[in-house]
């Protein structure tokens, strides 16, 4: 074996003093923030350079996205009938991006669409699917969401009106659907805002007694609905109770907290 040289053990004691190992590394395995990057004298090392630019790049993706909205009403199908397929008045992903206050409410044809249904409406929730700022997240949460979600709704005593999965929709046009088909609640499913590193991040938004003009503080949210963030099938159960703990006090928003409901359904 050969022996170390002194000059060459005092070298790597400097190298060590000098850049001290970063003392949260360790934490890297717990969470996908970007913490403990390193560096490469004063700069970002290469690897983390190159891994932010390619999850800017699936964010820029999810929202620029196409929507199948008829593809997903029909994997929807077979768990609820029936599945309604709707428009918000932002004609196309462009306009919607520009002007939100497009996306915040029906088209014509999807408001005559549902008036027409009217009658045969009054149920207590009403569930509509969008992409909102990511399609990818809808395509790929949505279903399995959807899953076990809807079964446990059943259970719980909810009669629901038709699922509607809506193109280019922004929180706040679950208030005029609802009105619409005088639904007691509605739940919004959407793609949220992508952020670095989670493009597939679907949220979840409940209204009580909606109608137009609710404002986002009378709205209940879970976000960050996906394998890595918000499992779905606890997000699920999740938001049953929230339901649940919603029409027992008859509100939503800042009144309604997570305390007041009920144990997350299994």
């Excluded at 077979?78 to 196309?92: E, F, G, I, K, R």
């Excluded at 149920?123 to 509509?128: A, G, S």
């Excluded at 499992?231 to 938001?239: C, L, M, N, V, Y």
Aim: with cysteine.
């Amino acid at each position: 074996m050969n022996a170390q040289s002194p000059a060459n053990s005092e070298s790597e004691s400097l190298s060590v003093e000098r850049f001290p190992r970063d003392p949260w590394s360790h934490l890297r395995r717990h969470t996908a923030a970007r913490i403990a990057l390193g560096r490469t004298g004063g700069s970002l090392p290469t690897r983390e350079v190159l891994a932010f630019a390619h999850d800017h790049a699936l964010a820029r993706d999810a929202v620029h996205a196409p929507f199948d909205a008829e593809a997903l009403a029909a994997e929807l199908r077979p768990l609820h009938s029936p599945v309604l397929t709707l428009t918000s008045a932002a004609p196309d992903r462009t306009t919607y991006l520009r002007r939100p206050d497009l996306g915040r409410r029906l088209s014509p044809a999807s408001v005559s669409q549902l008036s027409t249904l009217n009658a045969q409406a009054h149920p207590d929730l009403v569930v509509l699917v969008s992409d909102g700022l990511s399609a990818l997240a809808v395509q790929r949460q949505a279903p399995p969401l959807l899953a076990t979600l809807l079964p446990l709704l059943r259970d719980s005593g909810f009669t629901l009106g038709p699922l509607c999965v809506v193109r280019h929709a922004r929180v706040a046009l679950q208030d005029g659907a609802g009105a619409l088909l005088s639904a007691r609640q509605t739940l919004m499913l959407l793609g949220e805002r992508p952020g670095l590193g989670t493009p597939d991040s679907l949220g979840a938004y409940l209204t009580f007694d909606p109608r137009p003009g609710r404002t986002d503080a009378e709205r209940n949210c879970l976000s960050n609905i996906r394998p890595a963030g918000l499992p779905p099938a606890t997000a699920a159960g999740k938001i049953v109770a929230l339901l649940l703990a919603s029409r027992r006090l008859q509100l939503s928003g800042i009144g309604l907290k997570e305390a007041s409901a009920p144990p997350a359904m299994s």
